[in-house]
């Protein structure tokens, strides 16, 4: 049940984003200055081929990893942290480069927050 309930999470918020129903918060706006991506970017790592590495029920959050072209052959992985709790937009609170030593890889955690 879990499961579903995930993958529909993910789906809903795929399709919001894909029909611009997204905003972009300052936290993921300074990440993306700071680390060089764009909310193109963004877009594109919750569009495609994202899954959900963490769900946030009492929260209404969610962490989804995705990744975005950095060239015509080469890929960097991207973690987005979404505000699920209203119908008809998603929040996105925050999109950063997963790095050491907070992750291991791109979908297994390091050091603790």
């Known amino acids: 049940m879990a499961r579903e309930f995930e993958q529909e999470l993910?789906?809903?918020?795929?399709?919001?984003v894909a029909d611009a129903k997204y905003r972009v918060r300052v936290h993921a706006v300074r990440h993306m200055i700071e680390d060089?991506?764009?909310e193109s970017d963004v877009v594109a790592a919750l569009t495609s081929k994202s899954?959900?590495?963490?769900?946030?029920?009492?929260?209404?959050r969610c962490l989804l990893l995705g990744s975005f072209k950095?060239?015509?052959n080469v890929q960097s992985p991207l973690h987005?942290?979404?505000?699920?709790?209203?119908?008809?937009?998603?929040?996105?609170?925050t999109a950063y480069i997963p790095q050491k030593p907070w992750w291991?890889?791109?979908?297994?955690?390091?050091?603790?927050?």
């Open 10 to 16: 993910l789906e809903r918020i795929k399709a919001l």
């Open 104 to 113: 291991i890889t791109p979908s297994q955690r390091g050091r603790p927050r």
């Open 36 to 38: 060089g991506f764009t």
């Open 51 to 60: 899954k959900m590495l963490e769900l946030y029920v009492d929260e209404h």
């Open 70 to 72: 950095i060239s015509e």
């Open 80 to 93: 987005l942290v979404c505000d699920y709790s209203r119908d008809d937009v998603v929040d996105i609170v």
